[in-house]
């Protein structure tokens, strides 16, 4: 993840909106040309304890929590680990196993395309 110069390209999460103002739920990363998907992200989740404490000014400032938390790209694990351990992670993360989950949405774009052609 760096650039010719040196300097490291960093993802940016941004979520688009839609038509009206509705935002979507679906967040994207735009990546440069010259750059590939990152593989794994990391990400603080941050929450408020309750506390304050002083800031530089004296004023109360709120003390938050952070846990750090790292999301895989399925598709590199997908293309690296035995089918066992792909879906167990799958499993662990409440998807179904790759095959059965592959199954279920070729049933599902079977009914639209029945839908479609009797409508």
């Known amino acids: 993840m760096s650039t010719e110069n040196g300097l490291h390209w960093v ?11 509705v935002t979507s ?7 440069p040309f010259a750059e590939e998907m990152p593989h794994i992200l990391f990400m603080f989740e941050t929450r408020e ?8 000014d004296g004023e109360e ?7 750090l938390h790292q999301y895989a790209d399925m598709n590199v694990l997908r293309d690296n680990l035995p089918t066992e351990i792909y879906d167990t992670i799958r499993q662990c993360l409440g998807l179904k196993p790759l095959a059965e989950a592959t199954a279920s949405g070729i049933k599902i774009t079977e009914k639209i395309r029945e839908n479609l052609t009797t409508s």
């Not at 304890?49 to 530089?56: A, I, R, Y």
């Open 11 to 21: 993802p940016e999460i941004c979520y688009e909106e839609a038509e009206g103002g």
């Open 61 to 67: 400032v709120p003390v938050f929590d952070m846990d």
């Open 25 to 31: 739920q679906i967040p994207f990363i735009e990546v």
């Open 49 to 56: 304890t309750g506390e304050f404490e002083p800031g530089l």
